[in-house]
């Protein structure tokens, strides 16, 4: 691909963010960022990065902004000019969406398009309820009510799958609050842009990823 697209997924915790980065990145080729990630590779590491993290993680509140802007902006810097990208969880807050403008357009790379993935409440509970991570590559997996995890690996590398210390259900109901207090404002900032869309994430995953596929236009990028 000649120049990728750059592309911010945002939704509420459970929205299907991590999902929908895997499903694009089997069509098109694009470098996943995503923040959550990064702080849980951090986490097992034992970093002094992952220890801060945790402690805001698991009472489901935002990373400070000093300890989060810095290493995913330096990230999506490093991503060579003409690759594109899909951020996954940042930015969260206005602050965050400020300095990545700032970063962008400095070096004329604009955001191509900011999809808005929403979700209803009683869904978002239900997904996080059921929801495993891989260890090793870190893919989301639904687990079905009586449906035995400890008998399932990974579908993409077999990796042991683990259920997330913020999936427990008082860290979920402070991320949806500060995903409504601070991150929704960041929509205003994007439609301002005129880069918002909307996608409605209640459907299916296959149905959402239809979506969002048109929405951002990947059989046309998939051609340059
Ligand atoms: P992060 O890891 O980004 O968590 P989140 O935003 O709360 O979102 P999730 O990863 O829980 O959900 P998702 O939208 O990726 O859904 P998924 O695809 O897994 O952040 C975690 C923490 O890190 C934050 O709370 C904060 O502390 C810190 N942090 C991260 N970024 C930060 C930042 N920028 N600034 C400060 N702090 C930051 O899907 C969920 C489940 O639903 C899965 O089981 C999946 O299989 C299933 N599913 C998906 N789509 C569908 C569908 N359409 N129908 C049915 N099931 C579905
Ligand atoms: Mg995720």
Same mark, same amino acid.
């Given at each position: 691909m ?9 939704g509420?915790?459970?929205?299907? +963010?991590?999902?929908? #980065? ?5 069509h098109?080729?694009?470098a996943h960022? /995503? /923040? ?11 970093t002094?990065?992952?220890?801060r993290a ?12 000093? *300890?989060?802007?810095?290493i995913?902006?330096?990230k ?6 003409? !690759?594109?990208?899909?951020? @996954?969880?940042f ?10 403008? +700032?970063?962008l ?8 398009? *900011?999809?808005?993935?929403?979700v209803?409440e009683p869904?978002?509970?239900?997904r996080?309820g059921?929801?495993?991570i891989?260890? #090793?590559?870190? /893919?989301?997996h639904?687990i ?5 995890? /400890?008998?399932?690996?990974? !579908?993409q590398? %077999?990796?042991?799958l683990?259920?997330?210390? @913020?999936?427990?259900?008082?860290? *979920?109901?402070k991320?949806?609050?500060?995903y ?12 301002k ?7 409605? %994430?209640?459907d299916t995953?296959?149905e959402?990823? +239809?979506q969002?596929?048109? #929405?951002?236009? *990947?059989?046309?990028a998939?051609k340059?």
């Open positions: 000649a120049q990728g697209l750059r592309l911010v997924l945002i509420p915790p459970g929205a299907g +963010k991590g999902t929908q #980065a895997q499903l694009l990145r089997e098109v080729d694009l960022i /995503s /923040s959550g990630d990064l702080f849980r590779h951090h986490l097992r590491q034992g002094p990065l992952g220890l945790k402690e805001y993680m698991n009472r489901g509140e935002l990373v400070p902004d000093e *300890v989060t802007i810095d995913i902006l330096g999506v810097m490093s991503i060579p000019d003409d !690759d594109g990208f899909i951020l @996954d969880g930015p969260r807050n206005r602050n965050q969406a400020q300095e990545l403008d +700032k970063k357009t400095a070096e004329s790379r604009n955001l191509d398009k *900011v999809v808005h993935i929403d209803s869904a978002l509970l239900r996080l059921g929801r495993y891989c260890r #090793a590559c870190q /893919s989301p639904a079905g009510l009586g449906e035995d995890a /400890s008998a399932r690996t990974c !579908d590398c %077999g990796g042991e683990y259920q997330r210390d @913020d999936d427990a259900p008082a860290a *979920v109901k991320r949806i609050q500060v409504n207090d601070e991150t929704m404002p960041v929509l205003g900032f994007y439609r842009r005129g880069v918002l869309v909307e996608v409605p %994430g209640d995953i296959a959402v990823n +239809k969002i596929m048109a #929405a951002v236009d *990947v059989p046309t998939r340059l």
